[in-house]
């Protein structure tokens, strides 16, 4: 079996010229200016150093870490659930003391409504075949009261003819 060539394996980058570099600067600036702009109530209370600036290989080139975006904590940028999400499962001593804490509660709790249920459902057995075995005492009853029944039928048939 052949090996496919080197390039299918490793990730392809696209040259990007210096026009366009320096567009994607200028909407970017244009972008934060636009923020800045409209959220400027918000921009007084947590002022955070400027990014470092882009700097392309020697070739012109993307680099692999500078095509992910990156917001200014150095995490990838994503929703904010998933940074909520993230930010819940970060270990901490307490915050995992208590996620272990609330994972073995539920886990328990679980265990528990199983056997609860395991319980009602072994109740029900039991009262279906109790249930079960009365049904079939009263038709072996049933069923003997019928032949004695027949049996009087019968006799009071012969009686009946022999008069």
Known sequence: ???????QTTPQF??????????????????????????????????????PAYTPSQNGNLYAFDAMAVNQTGRPVGSKWQSRLQDMLTPSSSHAYAMGCAIISLL?????????????QGGAVRMLTEAMRE????????????????????????????T
């Open 1 to 7: 079996m052949s090996r496919p060539p080197s390039s």
């Open 14 to 51: 696209q040259r990007v010229s210096e026009r366009d570099l320096t567009e994607i600067e200028l909407h970017s600036v244009d972008s934060i200016s636009d923020l800045h702009r409209t959220h400027h109530d918000h921009s007084h209370k947590v002022m955070r150093p400027p990014r």
């Open 108 to 120: 328990l709790l679980t265990v528990l409504l199983i056997f609860y249920f395991l319980v009602q």
């Open 135 to 162: 049904r079939e005492a009263a038709a072996t009853e049933l069923s003997l009261l019928i032949q004695e029944l027949q049996t009087l039928r019968h006799n009071l048939t012969a009686i009946r003819g022999a």
